[in-house]
């Protein structure tokens, strides 16, 4: 019963979707105030139905309820409770269910807490919010219903993927929904904006928190879906270019693109064109993501459908909704007035200059991403795009906007004096050669660029934080009042130095880990030793053990350093009963930054196997620097100015002013 009453409210849910899609935009048209005063409560009641229909699936799944088709093919009575959870969005059905949900609750925050929003915009966004989730509702409900029945029952499920069954799976597909999800308000704003013809200022200011929020999460999914990748799969390593990887990373760069573009255009009503069109590509990258992952034209540890079916049902939304979008904006764009006249050499000259580069570098991996596939449909000829291509396209655009990135808030608005502004990034300019120089005479000459790189990095770290120094004029005032504007600096300030920050902290993590990681592989014997980086790793032997779900050989490991004890590792092979699916499990001990990494390879027989030891430097800054960068997207929303309208000019509030009164 409550299989069917989920269902039941997935239906409703699509029925209101239909009433989201017409009615308010309708009386935003005619200025009818209660026909766009429908939109909050039936975004509400949406919301509350797709909650209640995932609930009735996560029912299904705790109680191992094998007549529900989706609970047999996922689950099975001896997994673990955490993971009978965690299954119900560890496939295609369940995961779109979730999307879904997401969808909803981002328009029933809108409807919610978008008081301040201009009653038409509001409903127009709504409404585009209303059509994107009647597409995915559509295709639930058509071509992946996550409640079908089973007409005979078996006794037993096939279990969950054995590689999902993680606590990293647990919270990376939320995480990463969260953030593809969240931009389609940003979307639904732009589309809304351009049937409205409202494009100014203040609706930079409202779409800016939806941004961030969405950025926010989907760093964090995206480092989340990186350590999960480096722990479990047993590889060593931590980004593979894999096309599910970029995927996520399209977006994630087109958003940050918007974020940077919607400062300008909140400050000086510029860029307004290309705001806008940046909104509309930021979530069609999302859809192109899920079109990846769904349509089965792409074989991947990350994919979860192979439908052809579904592949052409999310086609055909993918081209509504691109087509569509692109269409409206081809047609009002060239209306839009531009805003203010900036020199080139200003903080918006900078912001446009970042944007520039994020750009060229979504449009490489675009092609780098796609570019075998249509290969591939076209001709039937099959070739692979890897890491060097990327390498070599990716990495030269990101060099020069690390260099100007600590320039951007430390130049004026409307015109900046470069001199000036180097002159305050004096300090952090020292600090990032004499952190080169060290890299040199620590390592040598035998990798030229990783110092280069390390440097790099610490004049991205070291000029956030000359920002911030400079910005409260610290050694001028003295620490009292130093300390006090500090405190009142506004959280955008904060959001800013603090996740450019964090992406200096990425970057030490990615060379470092990358150019001075030390690799061992080797078959060992009991007893056998083998020396990384100052660490003895001793191999005890191996034992087989027996899970709640699987069965496991267990290599034991003694690490000891200078002949003193450190710790004990255990990495092992499992094989998952049920799927009779072998994985790997890494083990992982950090030191500091650093972690010493053993993973598990073949037997050889008498008790030898064959051995992955690494040392890998710094690797933890990795997905450090990935939390602090998201930290400053929430110091940035927490920003007091983000939940009030923007300002009128001054000229603008001058004339008000001197207006005769009615």
């Known amino acids: 019963m409550v299989v069917e009453f989920g269902h039941y409210a997935l239906v409703l849910a699509f029925a209101l979707t239909l009433v989201q899609s017409v009615v308010p935009l309708w009386g935003a048209l005619t200025k009818d ?10 975004s509400v009641v949406m919301f509350l139905l797709v909650l209640a229909s995932f609930g009735a699936l996560t029912i299904a799944y705790l109680n191992s309820d094998f007549s529900v088709l989706n609970v047999v093919q996922n689950s099975h009575s001896a997994k673990p409770l955490l993971y009978k959870f965690t299954g119900v969005w560890g496939n295609h059905e369940g995961s779109m269910l979730l999307w879904v949900l997401i969808l909803v609750f981002f328009g029933a925050l809108v409807g919610v807490f978008g008081g301040n929003l201009p009653s038409d915009l509001k409903a127009a966004t709504l409404t585009v919010q209303g059509w994107v989730t009647a597409g995915f509702v559509l295709f639930l409900l058509a071509t992946s219903n996550p409640f079908a029945r089973v007409a005979h029952p078996p006794i037993e499920g096939a279990d969950l993927n054995p590689i999902l069954q993680d606590i990293g799976l647990a919270i990376h597909p939320p995480l990463l929904y969260i953030g593809y999800v969240g931009f389609s308000i940003t979307f639904s704003f732009a589309v809304a904006a351009l049937i409205l013809g409202r494009i100014d200022a203040a609706w930079a200011r409202w779409v800016r928190p939806w941004t961030l929020l969405a950025w926010c999460f ?26 599910v990887e970029n995927a996520s990373f399209m977006p994630w760069l087109a958003g940050t693109a918007l974020l940077h573009s919607a400062i300008v255009m909140e400050k000086r009503e510029a860029l307004k064109v290309w705001t806008v069109l940046l909104a509309i590509f930021t979530f069609s990258l999302s859809l192109l993501g899920t079109f990846l992952v ?22 055909t939304l993918l081209c509504i909704f691109i087509g569509g979008s692109l269409a409206l904006y081809a047609w009002r764009a060239p209306m839009l007035k531009q805003g203010g006249i900036f020199a080139p050499i200003s903080r918006e000259g900078g912001l446009v200059l970042n944007n520039l580069f994020l750009t060229a570098a979504t449009a490489a991996v675009f ?19 890897g890491a060097p291509f990327f390498n070599l396209t990716f990495g030269p655009l990101m060099i020069p906007l690390l260099i100007a990135v600590p320039y951007g808030p430390v130049l004026s608005w409307k015109r900046g004096d470069l001199l000036a502004a180097t002159q305050r990034l004096y300090a952090a300019m020292g600090l990032a050669l004499v952190m080169t120089l060290f890299t040199f005479w620590l390592w040598g000459m035998e990798k030229v660029l990783a110092p280069l790189g390390v440097g790099l990095a610490v004049w991205v770290m070291a000029g956030a934080i000359s920002e911030i120094v400079t910005r409260v004029k610290f050694f001028e005032i003295g620490p009292k009042r130093g300390f006090a504007r500090l405190w009142g600096l506004p959280g955008s300030a904060w959001g800013t130095a603090v996740a450019h920050f964090g992406v200096g902290v990425t970057v030490l993590g990615i060379v470092t880990a990358s150019a001075f990681q030390v690799e061992h592989i080797v078959t060992m014997r009991p007893g056998d030793k083998v020396e990384v980086s100052g660490y003895e790793v001793t191999f005890d032997g191996a034992a087989p053990r027996r899970g709640p779900n699987y069965t496991e050989e267990v290599g034991h490991f003694t690490v000891r350093r200078d002949g003193a004890y450190v710790t ?52 933890t800054l990795i997905w450090i620097g990935s939390v602090i960068m998201s930290l400053g997207a929430l110091f940035s929303m927490a920003d007091r100015r983000l939940r009030i309208g923007a300002p009128k000019p001054a000229a603008r509030r001058k004339t008000a002013s001197l207006a005769p009164a009615e």
């Open 218 to 243: 989907l760093t964090l999914g995206i480092a989340m879906g990186s350590y999960w990748a480096y722990y479990e799969l047993g590889w060593g390593g931590w980004w593979f270019w894999d096309p």
């Open 568 to 619: 004990e590792l255990d990495p092992s092979k499992r094989v998952y009963t049920a799927r009779q699916m072998p994985t790997t499990e890494a083990g992982i001990h950090t030191i500091g930054f650093s972690q010493l990494y053993l993973s598990l390879g073949e037997g050889r027989g008498d008790g030898a196997v064959d051995v992955r030891v690494y040392f890998k430097p710094l690797i």
């Open 294 to 315: 769904r349509s089965g034209v792409l074989t991947s540890v990350h994919a979860f459908a192979t439908d052809p079916a579904r592949g052409v049902f999310i086609l």
């Open 33 to 42: 105030e209660r026909l766009m005063a429908v939109a909050t409560p039936v």
């Open 367 to 385: 092609v780098g991403t796609l570019y075998p596939l249509v290969l591939d449909a076209i001709t039937g000829e099959k070739i692979s795009v």
